[in-house]
């Protein structure tokens, strides 16, 4: 027998979750045996996020469980099971598997599930609710053969519902009993706007509609009656109308639960028996239910604490602010957003063109700041939830802090300095300015750092921006200079470059070296300044002025292998190639015994050729119809594609064809890293569009543009930026990004990275992308317009020229190749020979 | 051994470098603005003959080509590497005779 403390967690959920993590955190874990039972099919995942498996469709990507978590710590979790029966006299669990376990102490933390309004007919078949991963795949089936879908209830997770409806192709509907979306967070001017945004996105919004029943429809499966005798007709019904805490255990085991329901604990999490904590949705304490992540992670840190015989923390209620994006929507609501508070004064700022609402709600004195709503733009939720928190007295004139700074000053905002130590920065991982600050000193230079290190900002991102000032003001303090300087000659960034390039018409490297730098340059800024150079002006890169700067494989127009021998790919657009034009490269290559291989971008590579090769192949495959594939740059390689719908039984839109004009039209852009894209033809994905650069998905009205995926040593989903789009307007958004990702990236930073950098991240980039917020759109356009007119394929302009041609010459007084270059037969074809197999000299094959 | 000429001056584009071979040697020439290196053409670390087709720099005043297969950095005028004290390459006399470029290998 063990002399160990038996832990049983009941319920597997992020709270339930959060709980272990904090034992395992406190380093006292193998004081514990254990056990965490859920009745779910898979362990913890992140439900805030739920409405994102609808993007990608994986449960792993919502996992909280780290790999071996569970195996690492000695943690029995079963899932599929379900406890029934508490017996507190013997402190054992009984579960609907006829399994019992003992416990000393019993963690609840069974949530709470979805309230279904009893009117009738809301059993009928496709009605669901909003709550699981296995509530979202049904939703998903029945979709297939629907065309009309509602959501009842008009809160923060009905229009997250609505979302993953309008997302899945459906006409999508809002029903509300109360007068406004999101009556409890929102007041009524914001929901005001909050209504008239959703319904800009195509989401019909009912709202004071009582439903009476729902009876069989005439047009879709279902029809709903409501009590002012309107009616709606919709194929897919989802309640979304609150949730009500799982409490049957705690009933059923005579523990205290709320006249309202759920299980009433105390600041320890504990209920009203000493041995049983309760966590989460299920628990009530000070008579409420918390209904948000945050307050339940507050709360099984709490339990955690007490469990492991420490006293340090406590719950004593939690702040309900929230800040969030509902279908693409800002929404924020901080403390008393309706002005509840005797003597409460409003400030509220409207602006019905750009659809921005923004209140405060101060104390009578106007010294300190109660609540505040914010839809449209919440980009001072964090300040304004500090001021809040921290109850910082407010400037002379509050109502500067939510107007606009017409003047261009930086507004008033809240320098960081002005909080305390104690102030929280991350709600949802609780982590406070001095842990900031702390992992700041012992080495943390960046936000990523900082986020590897504290979880800050890792759960809703809300805290980002404020994060990062936290970080450069430590910095700052501690005297640390960031130099990102580009390298020893030139003291600015790549994107200062870019810009003096651009303003000061800058043509060659040599002028901006004397105008701008020292020295003689190196192998860092001559390519970065030749991929400015090019991106600008879109000149031959084989130039004389030009040619010195190129990195290895852009000088000679080929990939640079470790033998010094080349690879060479010719462009097959979109991964369409003619039999005839097969069989030439074919041809090329047996000729000049190259190894042949198919890239991971749908095109065929041939290595193995020597420098003085390369103008000889490429005159070939020019001959057979043939161009530059751009394989060397840092440039578009390729834009995939699966077949669409000209052969395809699913394709909705001729994804080959699409893939060949995005190809034609960026084919040869120079810019910070290299590009890849892909087109697929339908929702079934087959080009792996989200993990490229730029990822086009067809769909029934248009097309779905992804940016910013990567596969390679850090995989990244790209961002779903517009959806349904036609053909012109993706173009016109492709055409903005590159230009703009050219212009600001850092060198070699691929775009998944940038993106990770941008301030303020996706929706910043379609501000500036769809909303011109910089105003720089008409140049980005003209920008990209005279890279695609001046296109040239690189190898036509190179044999056409006699002089550039001697320029491959192996060597400069000898015509021959260089002899040291030797292979060796494997698999039927070559491959470069070891320098052990050189020196054994045996079945060495020398350059065709 | 004599100087052997190896090319014309204008046979190489300013700042870069070509290869020649000279009595089966292979060597690396550099024209960085009008004066001529010379090195061993093999980057030590790869066994390739590719230093003629690095990007020529000045890292703190020296002046180096990198390589283009591993971007080691190797002194123009005493073939050190800069990265590994231990590494050096062959370092040949090098001038130019009005337009000739010539090249000097001593035995």
Redo the contacts between chains.
């Keep these: 027998m063990t002399d160990k403390q038996r832990l049983l967690i009941v319920g597997n959920g992020p709270v339930g979750h959060q709980f272990i993590e904090s034992i395992v955190e406190s380093g006292q874990s193998d004081q514990f045996d254990i056990t965490v039972i859920g009745e779910e099919p898979r362990p913890a995942y992140d439900r805030v996020h739920l409405t994102a498996w609808f993007e990608t469709r994986e449960a792993d990507s919502l996992n909280m469980v780290k790999e071996g978590f569970y195996s690492n710590n000695n943690i029995t979790a079963l899932s599929n099971e379900k406890v029934t029966e508490i017996d507190r006299a013997n402190k054992v669990a009984t579960t609907d598997k006829g399994e019992k376990y003992a416990y000393d102490k019993l963690i609840l933390s069974t949530g709470s599930f979805p309230f279904v309004p009893p009117v009738p007919g809301h059993d009928r078949q496709n009605c669901f609710v909003y709550r699981t991963i296995e509530d979202l795949e049904a939703i998903t089936a029945a979709a297939k053969n629907a065309k009309v879908g509602a959501v009842v209830g008009g809160g923060l997770l009905g229009l997250e519902a609505a979302k993953a409806i309008k997302d899945l192709g459906l006409k999508t509907h809002v029903i509300e009993f109360a007068p406004r979306l999101m009556a409890v967070q929102v007041d009524e001017g914001g929901g005001a706007l909050l209504r008239r945004k959703i319904e800009d996105l195509g989401v019909s919004v009912h709202t004071q509609k009582n439903t009476q029943q729902i009876i069989d429809g005439n047009d879709c499966i279902h029809k709903l009656q409501f009590a002012d005798g309107a009616e709606l007709e919709t194929d897919i019904l989802v309640f979304s109308a609150g949730i009500r805490p799982q409490d049957a255990l705690a009933r059923q085991s005579d523990l205290e639960v709320g006249e309202r329901g759920g299980i009433v604990i105390n600041d320890n999490c504990q209920t009203s028996d000493p041995a049983i904590y309760a966590i989460g949705e299920c628990a009530l304490w000070g008579g409420r239910i918390y209904g948000l992540i945050a307050p339940g992670w507050d709360m099984a840190r709490a339990a955690a604490d007490h469990v492991i015989g420490s006293s340090e923390k406590t719950f004593t209620g939690a702040d309900m602010s929230t800040k969030l994006k509902l279908m693409g929507v800002d929404v924020a609501s901080i403390g008393d957003a309706h002005a509840s508070t005797p003597g409460a004064k409003c400030y509220t700022f409207i602006d019905e063109k750009a659809e921005v609402y923004k209140k405060i709600v101060v104390t009578e004195d106007g010294q300190h700041l109660l609540g505040a709503v914010l839809i449209g733009e919440a980009n001072d939720y964090g300040t304004l939830l500090q001021f809040a928190l921290n109850k910082i007295e407010l400037p002379e004139h509050p109502e500067s802090m939510i107007l606009p700074a017409l003047d261009g000053s930086a507004g008033v905002g809240l320098g960081v300095d002005a909080l305390p130590d104690v102030a929280q920065i991350c709600s949802c991982n609780n982590v406070s300015k001095g842990d900031l600050c702390a992992a700041v000193q012992d080495g943390a230079m960046t936000v990523g750092d900082l986020k590897a290190c504290t979880k800050a900002a890792t759960t809703c991102g809300g805290c980002t921006a404020l994060v990062g000032q936290v970080l450069n003001a430590e910095l700052t303090k501690m005297g640390v200079e960031v130099n990102t300087d580009l390298c020893?000659?030139f003291p600015y960034t790549r994107q200062e470059i870019y810009h003096l390039v651009r303003v000061g018409e800058i043509k060659s490297f040599d002028e901006l070296l004397e105008k701008h730098g020292s020295?003689?340059?190196?192998?860092i800024c001559?390519?970065t300044a030749a991929s400015i150079l090019a991106s600008c002006w879109n000149d031959y890169i084989l130039e004389?002025k030009h040619?010195?700067?190129q990195?290895?494989n852009d000088?000679?127009l080929a990939n640079?292998q470790?033998?010094?021998t080349y690879s060479v790919v010719p462009r097959m657009a979109g991964g369409e190639v003619t039999p005839d034009g097969l069989i030439a490269v074919g041809q090329v290559a047996k000729k000049y015994n190259l190894y042949t291989k198919i890239t991971g971008g749908q095109r065929v590579d041939l290595f193995g050729a020597t420098?003085d090769q390369l103008p000889r192949i490429w005159e070939e495959l020019i001959s057979a119809g043939f161009e530059s594939g751009h394989a060397y740059g840092k440039s578009l390689r390729t834009v995939k594609s699966c077949v669409g719908s000209t052969w395809c039984r699913y394709g909705v839109q001729d994804s080959v064809g699409k893939a060949i004009d995005l190809e034609n039209r960026y084919k040869g852009l120079r810019s910070p890293h290299k590009l890849k894209m892909a087109v697929s033809g339908c929702t079934r994905e087959c080009a792996e569009a989200q993990s490229k650069d730029v990822g086009v998905i067809a769909t029934e009205k248009g097309w779905n543009l992804y940016l910013c995926g990567n596969g390679g040593m850090k995989p990244r989903h790209a961002d779903l930026f517009a959806s349904d789009i036609d053909t012109d307007t993706m173009v016109k958004y492709i055409d903005r990004f590159l230009m703009f990702y050219v212009r600001t990236a850092d060198r070699l930073q691929r775009t998944s990275v940038w993106m990770e950098n941008l301030e303020g991240g996706l929706d910043y980039l379609r501000k500036v992308i769809i909303d011109d917020s910089l105003g720089i759109c008409a140049d980005l356009d003209a920008e990209m317009a005279h890279v695609v007119d001046t296109y040239q394929c690189e190898w036509k302009t190179t044999i056409e020229n006699p002089e550039k041609v001697?320029?491959f010459?192996?060597?400069?007084?000898?015509d021959?190749s260089?002899k040291?270059?030797v292979f060796i037969q494997e698999r039927g074809q070559i491959r470069p020979a070891t320098?052990a197999e050189k020196i054994a000299d045996s079945d060495l094959i020398a350059v065709a | 051994m004599s100087w052997t000429t190896v090319c014309s001056i204008d046979d190489i584009l300013p700042n870069t470098g070509v290869a020649a071979l000279i009595e089966e040697m292979q060597v690396a020439v550099f024209r960085v603005d009008d004066t001529i290196y010379a090195l061993a053409n093999k980057d030590p670390f790869s066994n390739a003959n590719v230093l003629s087709r690095g990007i020529i720099c000045s890292i703190k005043g020296t002046l180096v080509v990198a390589s283009p297969i591993y971007k080691q950095h190797f002194s123009l005028e005493a073939g050190q590497c800069l990265e590994d004290d231990s590494v050096s390459i062959a370092c040949y006399e090098a001038r130019t005779e009005g337009n000739s470029v010539q090249i000097r290998i001593a035995h």
Excluded: W, Y
Excluded at chain 1, 519 to 523: F, I, L, Q
Excluded at chain 1, 809 to 814: G, I, P, T, Y
């Design positions: 020893e000659h020295g003689h340059g190196c192998e001559k390519p004389p040619a010195a700067l990195d290895t000088r000679f640079m470790k033998n010094g420098l001697k320029q010459r192996s060597f400069v007084n000898a021959k260089d040291e270059i320098e």
